[in-house]
């Protein structure tokens, strides 16, 4: 009966999404909605955006094994990332009015450095899809009493994502996301609420957690744990910043003011909503003591489905899984979609550079199937592999290729091509040599590349050019939808 519910859910978002993509008549329609939506459609798709597989099901794992000090990384970070795009970058990429984020690399520093972020941002989604497309297969094969084998599940999710996303683009993935917001943040009060009670009360819970000292945010104050906790705090909270999906929640506002606030009130509500599913873990431990710490030993992320599926009536099981499949698909189909818009509009483009708005229409659709099918090909590959972890490691490839050019070309007038070029070498060459050599035990490889990422740009833009700056003519967005 559950898992019929479950697909019944599927298909209701599945026509909601396809009758929202009747509004999409160009490009500009599919990347960013035509830059139409109001305020409470950029906070409550920014914010659903956010929402995914790894805040309801691998944060409170992460949080559960090292406290706050644990997911330093998300939602911290995460949240902090949408708070200062608000605050220092929505407000200058709005007024360009551009299409991709690497429309701006283009716009600023020429076709070379446009193709070598579009690739890192593009690849940089391969682990978040991955993490969303991982929770859609552990949630059938759950349902399904393992009759579903995880892979499968993995199937049907991406293919219950792919027929409105495919479709409708940014219109979809807007309209449905408030949707899905409402469903999530409404089913996880209420199953905050009624995991309380069975635990003995909030403060029995509360009590629980501060006994065992799960509220420690700081590190030790020693020179390693102070460095690596940094590393893991800038990971999320700028490299999620050069990032296709925030530019598309931004460009899609339909005036400045909801692109700066609407972006700061999502970021917000994510870090305080964050901790509703925290709570949920910490009442499991209240609720099912031995069989919780049984699932803490084999699979954290297992425990708040095992909570809800073994001590909780029928109910609560629908509003937890609803909540669940929410966050997973407004956040799936965001991360599908990005990608697959900075692939067509910064790379295609250039080998048919005369193509007509219906011809790129069709590729951004096309190139939308092919990466759904990649992510796929990959999550399997990956299976395994914990939720959280998927998501925090994407991170740290635009942080340290793609977030110094950003924030240089905004705000140094002399940043320039040949600065953008050492950036980008020395960022992933010194991040590459951290994984690969063992001085990355000892100082971070991600805060390592971002520190050569900066020197790269301001010595090379200082010193005499020996690349000219090859920046091309601004591409407007099509006429009416700016």
Not at 466 to 482: C, F, I, Y
């Amino acid at each position: 009966m559950l898992l019929t519910l479950v697909i019944v859910y599927l298909l209701i978002t599945i026509v909601i999404g396809l009758i929202a993509a009747r509004r999409v008549k160009n490009t500009t329609d599919f990347a960013i909605a035509g830059r139409h939506l109001p305020m409470y459609m950029i906070i409550t798709t920014t914010f659903a955006t956010w929402f995914g597989s790894e805040i309801v099901l691998g944060v409170p794992a992460k949080f559960i094994e090292g406290g706050l000090h644990n997911v330093v990384e998300d939602p911290f970070g995460a949240g902090m990332c949408l708070i200062l795009v608000g605050l220092f970058f929505a407000g200058k990429l709005y007024r360009m009015t551009l299409l991709t984020i690497s429309d701006y690399y283009r716009e600023r520093y020429g076709r070379g450095i446009e193709v070598a972020c579009s690739l890192i941002i593009m690849l940089s989604y391969l682990g978040w899809v991955s993490a969303q497309v991982t929770a859609l297969g552990l949630v059938f094969n759950l349902l399904s009493g393992g009759a579903i084998s995880i892979p499968w599940g993995m199937t049907i999710g991406v293919v219950s994502i792919l027929a409105y996303t495919l479709f409708g683009g940014m219109w979809s993935v807007a309209v449905t996301d408030f949707l899905q917001m409402i469903i999530l943040v409404v089913g996880l009060l209420i199953l905050a609420v009624f995991a309380g009670n069975m635990a003995g009360g909030a403060g029995q819970v509360i009590d629980l957690a501060t006994s065992r000292d799960l509220f420690r945010f700081w590190p030790e104050p020693t020179w390693h744990q102070i460095v690596f906790f940094f590393a893991a705090a800038i990971t999320m909270m700028l490299g999620s910043i050069p990032q296709q999906d925030v530019f598309q929640r931004v460009m899609s506002a339909n005036s400045i003011k909801a692109a700066t606030r609407g972006t700061i009130i999502g970021g917000s509500a994510y870090i305080l909503f964050a901790f509703v599913p925290m709570f949920l873990v910490v009442s499991a431990l209240l609720i099912m003591p031995e069989r919780a710490t049984e699932l803490l030993g084999d699979d954290p992320q297992k425990v708040l489905p095992t909570l809800v599926m073994e001590k909780m009536p029928f109910v609560m099981q629908v509003l937890f899984f609803g909540a669940l499949l929410s966050a997973i698909k407004s956040c799936a189909s965001a991360t599908l979609l990005a990608p697959s818009v900075t692939f067509t509009e910064n790379i295609w483009r250039q080998f048919r550079p005369h193509g007509s708005d219906r011809e790129n229409l069709l590729a951004m659709r096309i190139s939308v199937l092919v990466f759904a099918a990649c992510v796929l090909a990959y999550s399997i590959q990956m299976e395994g592999t914990p939720i959280y972890e998927l998501v925090s490691g994407a991170y740290q490839v635009p942080l340290v290729g793609a977030f110094v050019p950003l924030v240089f070309g905004l705000y140094w007038n002399r940043a320039s091509t040949q600065g953008a070029i050492c950036a980008v070498v020395l960022g992933i060459g010194v991040w590459i040599s951290g994984h690969a050599m063992s001085w990355g035990e000892v100082f971070p490889a991600q805060l390592a590349g971002v520190l050569a990422a900066m020197a790269g740009m301001v010595l090379g833009s200082l010193l005499p050019q020996a690349v000219r700056n090859t920046r091309t003519p601004h591409r407007p967005a099509p006429v009416g939808t700016a």
